[in-house]
């Protein structure tokens, strides 16, 4: 996602950290220096303050003076002369040279020499603050010069260079101190926008598959905030939905039932009628032959009657399994049995079909393969569907030949949501022109196998009802050694 929130977050906070040390830099650069002039200024005058307080208490003891400003000059790096109207040195802190210097700008200021060369800071009757050069050493000073209540003159001077460099060196020390927290800054934004987008991008996952009808999706993260609430809230509708959907399935099919129902229904009537009677024929006409032949003793021998009495009995269960089949296939087509949408396991619904046909297996010395190992569920009326996969079984074991080999297999499409079953055995091909018919009642291809094994041509209509009410996808497939049945169910 090139507009993750992720992303989103790290760059609108990166962007702030940068910001923010861009601008403290230029502020720093710029208004420093001039915060350390105004802050010598205040300096100066607190040390001017000291000295006229000093003088006034003590009478011009420049002595005591000194000690009393002896902190506050060690502190601020400042230097400062006195000077009486004599022009004699009263009292100083600095070196003899320095003196020197310092008295010279004090009678150039005195004389009103000085003051074009220097920027004046501030002023009153008492002193003038200036920034200035200084003539004889070349230094740059901040210099507050004036007269005190005893009428002696005074210069404070510090240096600016000082200044200068500190500000250096605090503008390069915040500058690495800057660069230190913008790496830091950057990992903890880059963590936290993860911590915090994470949910939101799994939420949106979520919604994917929900809008997918994927209701399998839940949110995991978890949390007591706001996007906690939401994602239990995802949850519950996710729940909620699902039971929906399922509801709606099967509403719609009813509608569905509802709207062919008429129509079909004198159709199938017709069809159901011509197709009984000419199915019963044959079972009927053997019934009652050989019925008559006991009746009329035609053969005395024990093991005749006994064949006479199993091939009716054995009419009988082939006419009682067709009329059961004809009954449920009717129901089927006029839209008489109820169908419940339900979510199940598919590959244990096939697992168990083929252990209850263990015994058909050994007898047929079939070799049934399939993998049962991994779950997978789909959305059908389970009963229905163990119609379907049972006739696709009980087929592939009455055309089974070759190599005997029962393939059974459970493709998912992922794409189309749809779950494919096949169930593949060895054996001859169904003719081309047949493929279309076997859906169609009563119809086989080879009657005297399907009367062999008990067929009555019903099987696969049954699945075509039951496929088309679930409005599925299904089919054969001719392969060159045998043939392939399958039918597709919703995954999701």
Same mark, same amino acid.
């Given at each position: 996602?090139?507009?993750?929130?992720?992303?989103?977050?790290?760059?609108?906070?990166?962007?702030?950290?940068?910001?923010?040390?861009?601008?403290?830099?230029?502020?720093?650069?710029?208004?420093?220096?001039?915060?350390?002039?105004?802050?010598?200024?205040?300096?100066?005058?607190?040390?001017?303050?000291?000295?006229?307080?000093?003088?006034?208490?003590?009478?011009?003891?420049?002595?005591?003076?000194?000690?009393?400003?002896?902190?506050?000059?060690?502190?601020?790096?400042?230097?400062?002369?006195?000077?009486?109207?004599?022009?004699?040195?009263?009292?100083?802190?600095?070196?003899?040279?320095?003196?020197?210097?310092?008295?010279?700008?004090?009678?150039?200021?005195?004389?009103?020499?000085?003051?074009?060369?220097?920027?004046?800071?501030?002023?009153?009757?008492?002193?003038?603050?200036?920034?200035?050069?200084?003539?004889?050493?070349?230094?740059?000073?901040?210099?507050?010069?004036?007269?005190?209540?005893?009428?002696?003159?005074?210069?404070?001077?510090?240096?600016?260079?000082?200044?200068?460099?500190?500000?250096?060196?605090?503008?390069?020390?915040?500058?690495?101190?800057?660069?230190?927290?913008?790496?830091?800054?950057?990992?903890?934004?880059?963590?936290?926008?993860?911590?915090?987008?994470?949910?939101?991008?799994?939420?949106?996952?979520?919604?994917?598959?929900?809008?997918?009808?994927?209701?399998?999706?839940?949110?995991?993260?978890?949390?007591?905030?706001?996007?906690? $609430?939401?994602? !239990?809230? %995802?949850? *519950? /509708?996710?729940?909620?939905?699902?039971?929906?959907? +399922?509801?709606?399935?099967?509403?719609?099919?009813?509608?569905?039932?509802?709207?062919?129902?008429?129509?079909?229904?004198?159709?199938?009537?017709?069809?159901?009628?011509?197709?009984?009677?000419?199915?019963?024929?044959?079972?009927?006409?053997?019934?009652?032959?050989?019925?008559?032949?006991?009746?009329?003793?035609?053969?005395?021998?024990?093991?005749?009657?006994?064949?006479?009495?199993?091939?009716?009995?054995?009419?009988?269960?082939?006419?009682?399994?067709?009329?059961?089949?004809?009954?449920?296939?009717?129901?089927?087509?006029?839209?008489?049995?109820? $169908?419940?949408? !339900?979510? %199940?396991? *598919? /590959?244990?619904?096939?697992?168990?079909?083929?252990? +209850?046909?263990?015994?058909?297996?050994?007898?047929?010395?079939?070799?049934?393969?399939?993998?049962?190992?991994?779950?997978?569920?789909?959305?059908?009326?389970?009963?229905?569907?163990?119609?379907?996969?049972?006739?696709?079984?009980?087929?592939?074991?009455?055309?089974?030949?070759?190599?005997?080999?029962?393939?059974?297999?459970?493709?998912?499409?992922?794409?189309?949501?749809?779950?494919?079953?096949?169930?593949?055995?060895?054996?001859?091909?169904?003719?081309?022109?047949?493929?279309?018919?076997?859906?169609?009642?009563?119809?086989?291809?080879?009657?005297?196998?399907?009367? !062999?094994?008990?067929?009555?041509?019903?099987?696969?209509?049954?699945?075509?009802?039951?496929?088309?009410?679930?409005?599925?996808?299904?089919?054969?497939?001719?392969?060159?050694?045998?043939?392939?049945?399958?039918?597709?169910?919703?995954?999701?």
């Amino acid at each position: 996602m090139n507009r993750s929130i992720k992303r989103q977050i790290a760059t609108i906070f990166i962007g702030l950290v940068v910001a923010i040390m861009l601008i403290s830099t230029f502020i720093n650069s710029q208004f420093l220096e001039r915060y350390y002039v105004y802050n010598k200024q205040e300096t100066l005058i607190n040390v001017y303050k000291k000295m006229e307080k000093a003088v006034k208490d003590t009478g011009s003891s420049y002595e005591d003076m000194g000690e009393e400003l002896s902190k506050v000059i060690e502190v601020s790096n400042i230097m400062y002369v006195v000077m009486g109207n004599n022009q004699q040195v009263l009292y100083s802190t600095s070196s003899e040279r320095q003196v020197k210097e310092m008295c010279s700008q004090l009678v150039g200021y005195l004389l009103n020499i000085n003051q074009a060369k220097g920027k004046l800071l501030k002023e009153n009757d008492n002193y003038e603050i200036r920034s200035t050069k200084d003539i004889i050493g070349g230094g740059e000073y901040i210099e507050m010069w004036g007269t005190l209540s005893d009428g002696s003159n005074f210069l404070i001077r510090s240096p600016l260079e000082s200044i200068r460099e500190s500000v250096v060196l605090s503008n390069q020390f915040m500058i690495f101190i800057m660069l230190i927290m913008a790496v830091v800054g950057c990992v903890f934004v880059w963590y936290f926008s993860r911590r915090i987008a994470n949910p939101i991008l799994e939420l949106a996952a979520i919604s994917e598959r929900m809008a997918d009808l994927d209701f399998e999706a839940k949110y995991t993260s978890g949390g007591e905030n706001e996007i906690g $609430v939401l994602g !239990e809230n %995802f949850n *519950v /509708m996710s729940e909620k939905l699902e039971q929906t959907v +399922s509801e709606l399935k099967s509403a719609n099919y009813e509608l569905q039932k509802d709207i062919e129902k008429k129509e079909k229904m004198e159709t199938m009537r017709t069809e159901f009628i011509g197709n009984v009677s000419h199915e019963l024929k044959t079972p009927i006409a053997l019934i009652q032959g050989y019925a008559e032949g006991l009746k009329e003793g035609i053969s005395d021998d024990p093991e005749s009657r006994a064949f006479y009495c199993d091939v009716i009995m054995d009419e009988a269960a082939k006419m009682n399994k067709m009329v059961r089949n004809l009954l449920t296939l009717n129901q089927l087509e006029l839209g008489q049995e109820e $169908v419940s949408f !339900e979510r %199940f396991d *598919v /590959m244990q619904l096939i697992q168990g079909i083929v252990q +209850s046909c263990d015994i058909l297996i050994q007898q047929k010395e079939a070799d049934v393969r399939m993998d049962t190992s991994q779950s997978v569920y789909v959305w059908a009326d389970e009963w229905k569907v163990e119609q379907v996969f049972r006739n696709y079984f009980s087929n592939a074991l009455n055309h089974l030949e070759g190599e005997n080999v029962i393939d059974i297999r459970v493709v998912v499409n992922e794409e189309k949501g749809t779950a494919r079953i096949s169930v593949f055995n060895t054996g001859k091909q169904i003719p081309q022109e047949d493929i279309d018919q076997i859906w169609n009642k009563f119809y086989k291809v080879d009657k005297a196998r399907t009367r !062999e094994y008990g067929g009555n041509g019903i099987g696969l209509s049954i699945v075509k009802a039951i496929m088309d009410s679930f409005q599925k996808e299904y089919g054969v497939k001719n392969y060159n050694n045998g043939v392939e049945f399958w039918f597709e169910l919703d995954v999701r």
